[in-house]
């Protein structure tokens, strides 16, 4: 069973920065993509930026040239990092992996964000 386990949430002033881990369990070679979604009270879940097995990455526009997402497979570990972060970006971050061979998403736990004005 495969396991994403996020940390690296927390409380931040706007114009900080956060970093974000998820930590899979085995090899993230399996997994076609990994990313980011984000989800705000009362709003849906949406992405935030994805990276392929490949290295391709994709990122929503509003945080574009803020966040960057990478990955390090010797440690089966995507990161975000967060720069200029600002009060709208708070929101629940959940880290998901999609293997494409079986149509299957996972999905982390989910890490608080939260940015103070």
């Known amino acids: 069973q495969v396991q994403l386990v996020e940390s690296g949430g927390g409380l931040v002033q706007a114009g900080g920065s956060l970093r974000l881990s998820c930590a899979a369990s085995?090899?993230?070679?399996?997994?076609?993509?990994m990313g980011w979604y984000r989800q705000a009270p009362g709003k849906q879940r949406e992405l935030v930026a994805a990276?392929?097995?490949?290295?391709?990455?994709n990122y929503a526009d509003s945080v574009k040239g803020r966040f960057t997402i990478s990955r390090d497979n010797a440690k089966n570990t995507v990161y975000l990092q967060m720069n200029s972060l600002k009060p709208e970006d708070t929101a629940v971050y959940y880290c998901?992996?999609?293997?494409?061979?079986?149509?299957?998403?996972?999905w982390g736990q989910g890490t608080q964000v939260t940015v103070s004005s």
């Open positions: 990276i392929t097995s490949g290295g391709s990455t």
């Open positions: 998901h992996a999609y293997v494409g061979v079986v149509a299957v998403n996972y």
């Open positions: 085995g090899s993230i070679f399996r997994f076609n993509a």
